[in-house]
């Protein structure tokens, strides 16, 4: 199967940094990427679609200024979150769309990373 | 608008004791139904992929069967390893020619040796 990655896996921040997590696909390319949060016992919330050479594209709700996303290449996308307040510590996964024969796609998703902020 | 429904939420099984799980959904024009596996504090571990009524997949003690209306993953004589939250999701188009998913809230299994 196809393999994603996230870096750091965790992070600890003081309110009012930013922080940016990695996201990569490893052995395919990804025009699309795509950012989720998890709060405890919660299923995953889209927070945005990262696009490779466009503007990432925002769920409602999720503020563009604070969570940054770059897709500087094929293979990697990027979250940063600006100036980070207690609220924002949250697990965020990465994920990435694999072209299947039936002109479907499968997703695969990164490890996650732990953002705590104190 | 596409739906995704899991039953049940929590499911508590002997170690050995099979049992099926199931995803109810509601799309218009299903491109595939996916079954994913979620450890605590780790992201979802692709299972299986399933396209067409009929369709049969197997991995281990796991098998996914999908039908017109609903997906089943059944779990013959599970391990406390096996314990997990397993989530079904379906596509939809998000634009630039890629996918989104729809998540169902998950069934979370407990093996009791």
């Known amino acids: 199967g196809a393999v994603v990655s996230q870096h750091p896996s965790r992070v600890i921040c003081k309110s009012g940094t930013s922080v940016k997590i990695e996201c990569r696909s490893l052995?395919?390319?990804?025009?699309?990427m795509f950012w989720y949060r998890q709060f405890p016992k919660k299923s995953l919330m889209l927070m945005a679609t990262?696009?490779?050479?466009?503007?990432?594209?925002?769920e409602q709700g999720v503020e563009k200024d604070k969570f940054l996303i770059n897709h500087a290449s094929l293979t990697l996308s990027t979250l940063t979150v600006t100036s980070a307040h207690p609220e924002d510590s949250s697990f965020y996964i990465c994920?990435?769309?694999?072209?299947?024969?039936?002109?479907?796609?499968?997703?695969?998703f990164g490890p996650g990373t732990r953002l705590t902020v104190t | 608008e596409d739906q995704v429904t899991q039953s049940p939420e929590a499911l508590r099984l002997q170690e050995g004791e099979s049992s099926s799980l199931n995803c109810s959904y509601t799309?218009?024009?299903?491109?595939?139904l996916f079954w994913y596996r979620q450890d605590p504090g780790k992201g979802p571990e692709f299972l299986f992929t399933?396209?067409?009524a009929g369709e049969e997949k197997e991995k281990e003690r796991l098998k996914a069967t999908l039908t017109k209306k609903e997906s089943f993953l059944h779990i013959t004589a599970p391990k406390p390893e096996d314990s997990a939250t397993y989530l079904c999701?379906?596509?939809?188009?998000?634009?630039?020619?890629?996918?989104?998913?729809?998540f169902g809230k998950g069934t979370k299994l407990s093996v009791i040796p």
């Open positions: 994920s990435a769309p694999l072209r299947q024969e039936r002109a479907s796609y499968e997703q695969y």
């Open positions: 052995d395919f390319q990804a025009t699309t």
């Open positions: 990262s696009n490779e050479g466009s503007k990432a594209t925002y």
């Open positions: 799309v218009s024009g299903l491109r595939g």
């Open positions: 399933l396209y067409s």
């Open positions: 999701a379906v596509p939809y188009p998000s634009g630039a020619g890629s996918y989104q998913l729809t």
